[in-house]
Nanobody, 127 residues
Framework: DVQLQASGGGFVQAGGSLRLSCVRS????????IGWFRQVPGKEFEGVAC????????YYGDSVKGRFTISSDDAENTVYLQMNSLRPEDTAVHYC????????????????????WGKGTQVTVSS
């Protein structure tokens, strides 16, 4: 079974940093994309970042460009999201999600094509 486990969230003051981790298991695919999406209760999901396994293409949402970095450690089966210069508006539940056939959607910041996801991790940034 495909599983994704996100961790690393927490409480931080504005300007601080956090690193989220997404450990994947059960993948049997040669090509896929893993993205981070976040949601504030009552609002739509927002595409934060995405990375393609086949060619390393990366997407960042406009609100996080220059502050967040997504990376993949294939040996550890883990995708990381380094979040720097955090702002109160980054407060949300962050989910890591995977797509086998929907990589193009992920790389456009769209959740439409994502096929697998796990429980989210809460990020709270105080002002």
């Amino acid at each position: 079974d495909v599983q994704l486990q996100a961790s690393g969230g927490g409480f931080v003051q504005a300007g601080g940093s956090l690193r989220l981790s997404c450990v994947r298991s059960g993948f049997r695919w040669d090509a896929y994309a893993i993205g981070w999406f976040r949601q504030v209760p009552g609002k739509e999901f927002e595409g934060v970042a995405c990375i393609s396994s086949s060619d390393g293409k990366i997407y960042y949402g406009d609100s996080v460009k220059g502050r967040f970095t997504i990376s993949s450690d294939d040996a550890e089966n883990t995708v990381y999201l380094q979040m720097n210069s955090l702002r109160p508006e980054d407060t949300a539940v962050h989910y890591c999600e995977a797509a086998r056939y929907g990589s193009s959607w992920c790389l456009a910041g769209e959740r439409y094509g994502m096929e697998y996801w796990g429980k989210g991790t809460q990020v709270t940034v105080s002002s």
